[in-house]
């Protein structure tokens, strides 16, 4: 029978991937002001990443900045 959770790991391990890239480069290129936040608003962003990365990717990669 069908199981969700192979799918649901596979979103998640992609998020996380994406998360930790996210909030080390990706936040900055939407929003230049968060290049000074500290690693407590970066761990804030974290879940955001994870479970939003979808959204996120493109509206990164649509934002045309890398840094």
Known sequence: MFSVAPILGTYF???LIFGIAFVTKGC??????SKNS????RLLLLPAGVAL??????????SGRTT
């Open 13 to 15: 391990l992609i998020g």
């Open 28 to 33: 900055v290129a939407l929003e230049p002001a």
């Open 38 to 41: 500290g690693v407590r608003v």
């Open 53 to 62: 990365w979808p959204l996120l990717l493109l509206k990164w990669l649509s």
